[in-house]
């Protein structure tokens, strides 16, 4: 029997590597950890980039092809039924995005960011897609809004996301890339609807030869190729895959889940949802060619109710969540929440509705300035607007961490102000000069939207903050369906002028200098848990 060896009998030297191979493989796991972290929270910002750069995409598709549709599809309309359509589809857009953002940022904060973000990109791609085979104006409209249900969640999801996956400092630069990721996407919308105009002879030889009919080549190739556009749409579903695969779940929804936060919403709740999704809609119908004629104060008095019956509809799951969570010993009131939603809902509604009533029918507007096709003014008018978005959005969020959020959002409201009077006021032909004032216009009205990604997250806590922000971002939109809808009625009134009518609606930003002194000022603080 061979005797246990005693402690003195134990080599110094072996005791050292002893300790040294256990501290190194606890160094090792830590790195692998961090590395690991990286990684993940690496994937997030480029899943998160992606989504909202195809989201802006497949917003721009619209603007671009919507002429070119809407003449093949309206068979014998005027300019005004062209006019009236134009802003109805929109309208449809804006309704369908603020109720996917209620209804996917309920959905992330239920079953998790990524799982939701997956299910509003598919959403969003395929049925963009869908609007490549559409025979009529009212399927155009039905397809949009269905794929904007997804655009609208997309955005809440992104965002909280990579708000919490991110440290504090890296806030604002984050921010400025998830605000520019939408107009990368108009900017790639712009330059394929430029290069297939220059292209389309052989983009229709390589059709025919992959067994095409001549039939259905001309149909995706006749007015420009729109339809050919809309389908380009359907390929951000593949995004889905990647993120799948690489992008995990938030660390911070996982301990609400943990806790049980998570189970006090409730799928029921989701009816108020679709009451006031329908309460919008009603509205949109009010004001579209569809709808019978009526006096106006009729007109007037269904669009506030059911902008009201919209509101509570919208907030409807958020108030069960917190009655609920309230009962399981919750710190934050409905008061408090429902107030900071509201307040986020009109700053938002302020820029999208200056956005939307405007600035998105700039390139409209300029092929009509234009008058020749050839000079592809609507294609360029979209890449000079968006390459001045992306600029901005970044410098926005970085402003807005320098010198807080109250003033820098008082700043672009006055500096919006100014840029479209400059737009809308000394353009009268389609030349180097409206690009440059396109250029200012679409940055300095844009950047908004790189602000918004860094102010809205600091408003919620971690348990409401997809829907939160979600409702805010997107209830916007309602108000900016209405503006769309108006801004058609203004150039009738204006004798079809739309500078006259774009610059009657830049004065909302007015409004915005004096909502957003009603909110609190998160600069240097953490976000709420």
Same mark, same amino acid.
């Given at each position: 029997m061979q005797p246990r060896p005693l402690l003195n009998?134990?080599? #110094? @030297?072996?005791?050292? @590597?002893?300790?040294?191979?256990? *501290?190194?493989?606890?160094?090792q796991s830590s790195a692998m950890s961090s590395s690991t972290a990286k990684r993940s929270t690496t994937a997030a910002l480029v899943a998160?980039?992606?989504?909202?750069?195809?989201? $802006?995409? +497949?917003?721009?598709?619209? #603007?671009?092809t919507g002429r070119d549709a809407l003449k093949e599809l309206l068979v014998g309309g005027t300019p005004d039924d062209l006019n009236r359509w134009f802003g109805v589809i929109m309208a449809m857009f804006l309704v369908g995005a603020a109720t996917g953002g209620v209804v996917f940022g309920w959905l992330g904060d239920r079953i998790g960011r990524v799982k939701a973000m997956s299910l509003s990109i598919f959403t969003y791609a395929i049925f963009t897609g869908l609007c490549g085979v559409a025979k009529s104006a009212e399927q155009v409209a039905i397809f949009r809004f269905i794929a904007s249900l997804g655009m609208g969640g997309e955005w809440s999801l992104?965002?909280?996301?990579?708000? @919490?996956?991110?440290?504090?400092?890296? *806030?604002?630069?984050?921010? $400025?890339?998830?605000?520019?990721?939408?107009?990368?996407?108009?900017?790639?919308?712009?330059f394929l609807s430029l290069g297939l105009a220059g292209f389309l002879g052989s983009v229709e030889s390589a059709l025919l030869a992959i067994g095409l009919s001549k039939d259905w080549v001309n149909s995706l190739l006749s007015n420009n190729g729109? *339809?050919?556009?809309?389908?380009s749409g359907a390929v951000p579903a593949?995004?889905?895959f990647f993120i799948q695969l690489f992008v995990g779940e938030s660390e911070k929804w996982e301990e609400e889940k943990a806790k049980g936060s998570t189970d006090h919403w409730a799928t029921k709740d989701l009816l108020g949802v679709v009451g006031g999704c329908v309460a919008a809609l009603v509205v949109v119908w009010v004001w579209s060619p569809l709808a019978p004629k009526m006096n106006v104060a009729l007109a007037l008095l269904i669009t506030v109710v059911g902008l009201a019956m919209t509101l509570v509809g919208y907030l409807f799951p958020v108030w069960q969540y917190l009655a609920r969570a309230g009962a399981a010993g919750s710190v934050y009131?409905?008061?408090?929440?429902?107030? *900071?939603?509201?307040? $986020?809902?009109?700053?938002?509604g302020v820029a999208?509705?200056?956005?939307?009533?405007?600035?998105?029918?700039? #390139?409209?507007?300029? +092929? @009509?300035?234009?008058?020749? #096709?050839?000079?592809?003014?609507?294609?360029?008018a979209q890449i000079w607007t968006a390459t001045g978005a992306i600029i901005a959005t970044m410098l926005a969020a970085i402003v807005g961490d320098w010198l807080g959020r109250r003033i820098t959002y008082s700043i672009l409201c006055i500096a919006t102000i100014g840029a479209a009077l400059l737009f809308y006021q000394t353009n009268t032909s389609y030349s180097n000069w409206f690009l440059f004032t396109g250029f200012l216009i679409g940055g300095i009205s844009a950047s908004f939207y790189g602000f918004f990604p860094l102010y809205f997250p600091e408003l919620f806590p971690t348990q409401v903050r997809a829907t939160g922000q979600g409702f805010c971002f997107n209830f916007g939109r309602v108000i900016a369906a209405i503006g769309a809808l108006q801004t058609a009625n203004l150039m009738k009134a204006f004798d079809g002028s739309f500078a006259k009518a774009g610059s009657v609606l830049c004065f909302i930003y007015v409004l915005g200098l004096f909502i957003v002194w009603l909110g609190p000022e998160t600069k240097g603080k953490a976000l709420p848990q």
């Amino acid at each position: 029997m061979q005797p246990r060896p005693l402690l003195n009998q134990i080599s #110094p @030297e072996s005791l050292n @590597e002893n300790v040294f191979d256990k *501290r190194s493989a606890a160094f090792q796991s830590s790195a692998m950890s961090s590395s690991t972290a990286k990684r993940s929270t690496t994937a997030a910002l480029v899943a998160a980039f992606l989504g909202w750069m195809f989201d $802006g995409f +497949e917003m721009g598709l619209f #603007p671009l092809t919507g002429r070119d549709a809407l003449k093949e599809l309206l068979v014998g309309g005027t300019p005004d039924d062209l006019n009236r359509w134009f802003g109805v589809i929109m309208a449809m857009f804006l309704v369908g995005a603020a109720t996917g953002g209620v209804v996917f940022g309920w959905l992330g904060d239920r079953i998790g960011r990524v799982k939701a973000m997956s299910l509003s990109i598919f959403t969003y791609a395929i049925f963009t897609g869908l609007c490549g085979v559409a025979k009529s104006a009212e399927q155009v409209a039905i397809f949009r809004f269905i794929a904007s249900l997804g655009m609208g969640g997309e955005w809440s999801l992104g965002v909280a996301l990579v708000n @919490e996956v991110w440290p504090g400092k890296s *806030r604002a630069i984050v921010a $400025g890339l998830i605000g520019a990721a939408a107009n990368v996407g108009y900017l790639l919308g712009g330059f394929l609807s430029l290069g297939l105009a220059g292209f389309l002879g052989s983009v229709e030889s390589a059709l025919l030869a992959i067994g095409l009919s001549k039939d259905w080549v001309n149909s995706l190739l006749s007015n420009n190729g729109w *339809r050919l556009l809309m389908m380009s749409g359907a390929v951000p579903a593949a995004l889905v895959f990647f993120i799948q695969l690489f992008v995990g779940e938030s660390e911070k929804w996982e301990e609400e889940k943990a806790k049980g936060s998570t189970d006090h919403w409730a799928t029921k709740d989701l009816l108020g949802v679709v009451g006031g999704c329908v309460a919008a809609l009603v509205v949109v119908w009010v004001w579209s060619p569809l709808a019978p004629k009526m006096n106006v104060a009729l007109a007037l008095l269904i669009t506030v109710v059911g902008l009201a019956m919209t509101l509570v509809g919208y907030l409807f799951p958020v108030w069960q969540y917190l009655a609920r969570a309230g009962a399981a010993g919750s710190v934050y009131t409905q008061k408090f929440i429902m107030g *900071r939603m509201l307040f $986020g809902a009109g700053l938002a509604g302020v820029a999208l509705m200056g956005t939307w009533g405007a600035v998105q029918w700039a #390139p409209k507007w300029a +092929e @009509e300035l234009a008058g020749n #096709p050839a000079l592809h003014a609507k294609d360029w008018a979209q890449i000079w607007t968006a390459t001045g978005a992306i600029i901005a959005t970044m410098l926005a969020a970085i402003v807005g961490d320098w010198l807080g959020r109250r003033i820098t959002y008082s700043i672009l409201c006055i500096a919006t102000i100014g840029a479209a009077l400059l737009f809308y006021q000394t353009n009268t032909s389609y030349s180097n000069w409206f690009l440059f004032t396109g250029f200012l216009i679409g940055g300095i009205s844009a950047s908004f939207y790189g602000f918004f990604p860094l102010y809205f997250p600091e408003l919620f806590p971690t348990q409401v903050r997809a829907t939160g922000q979600g409702f805010c971002f997107n209830f916007g939109r309602v108000i900016a369906a209405i503006g769309a809808l108006q801004t058609a009625n203004l150039m009738k009134a204006f004798d079809g002028s739309f500078a006259k009518a774009g610059s009657v609606l830049c004065f909302i930003y007015v409004l915005g200098l004096f909502i957003v002194w009603l909110g609190p000022e998160t600069k240097g603080k953490a976000l709420p848990q």
